[in-house]
T-cell receptor
Framework: GDSVTQMEGPVTLSEEAFLTINCTYTATGYPSLFWYVQYPGEGLQLLLKATKADDKGSNKGFEATYRKETTSFHLEKGSVQVSDSAVYFC?????????????FGAGTRLAVHP | GAVVSQHPSWVICKSGTSVKIECRSLDFQATTMFWYRQFPKQSLMLMATSNEGSKATYEQGVEKDKFLINHASLTLSTLTVTSAHPEDSSFYICSARTSGTIWETQYFGPGTRLLVL
């Protein structure tokens, strides 16, 4: 079945460092790909998405490119801030039973220090 | 953006009791709501999908008699964990989406942590 694998955390960085969180997927069809972020005490929020191959999703300085050839959707940011500390989830959608459902990776915790 | 709330945020109960968790869409009408379960350091696992006014659709391996879902209105869905046991202790998260295209974004609640003693 469809699945998402992302790098284990925690990832600990200093402020202004470059961030990469790896995400690869397995899917039988052509899913849309998402990154969600969960700040402490809050619900998951959509960070960015890409709906087809070679699309680049971007938001708040974060970027991820839908790579069909490597089945990847790695999250990157050029210069992280302390406020980026959160748990990041990679996800894909699959259509089943009349609904667009989400499959999540295990999440990667990011801690950014001043 | 759209806001989804959950109540309670924390619940501790004795084994054998039932616990009800509410999920509300505060500023939009949610035709579809999803319930997820998250174990520590693991991903969110979809438990069931519910549409307002109809029976929920459960994912394989989820006991529908154990996890009762009621989507009584366009802004409220409830999950009742019946006769809870320690293995039901987990983080339960709901999400909601409006009607429209199949690519609609899901809006997530902050989650409810359940501890069964």
């Amino acid at each position: 079945g469809d699945s998402v694998t992302q790098m284990e955390g925690p990832v600990t960085l200093s402020e202004e460092a470059f961030l990469t969180i790896n995400c690869t997927y397995t899917a039988t069809g052509y899913p849309s790909l998402f990154w969600y972020v969960q700040y402490p005490g809050e619900g998951l929020q959509l960070l960015l998405k890409a709906t087809k191959a070679d699309d680049k999703g971007s938001n708040k300085g974060f970027e991820a490119t839908y790579r069909k050839e490597t089945t990847s959707f790695h999250l990157e940011k050029g210069s992280v801030q302390v406020s980026d500390s959160a748990v990041y989830f990679c996800a894909l959608t699959f259509f089943s039973g009349g609904y667009n459902k989400l499959i999540f990776g295990a999440g990667t915790r990011l801690a950014v220090h001043p | 953006g759209a806001v989804v709330s959950q109540h309670p945020s924390w619940v501790i109960c004795k084994s054998g009791t039932s616990v009800k968790i509410e999920c509300r869409s505060l500023d939009f009408q949610a035709t579809t709501m999803f319930w997820y379960r998250q174990f520590p350091k693991q991903s969110l696992m979809l438990m069931a999908t519910s549409n307002e006014g109809s029976k929920a659709t459960y994912e394989q391996g989820v006991e529908k008699d154990k996890f009762l879902i009621n989507h009584a209105s366009l802004t409220l869905s409830t999950l009742t964990v019946t006769s809870a046991h320690p293995e039901d202790s987990s983080f339960y998260i709901c999400s909601a989406r409006t009607s429209g295209t199949i690519w609609e974004t899901q809006y997530f609640g902050p989650g409810t942590r359940l501890l069964v003693l």
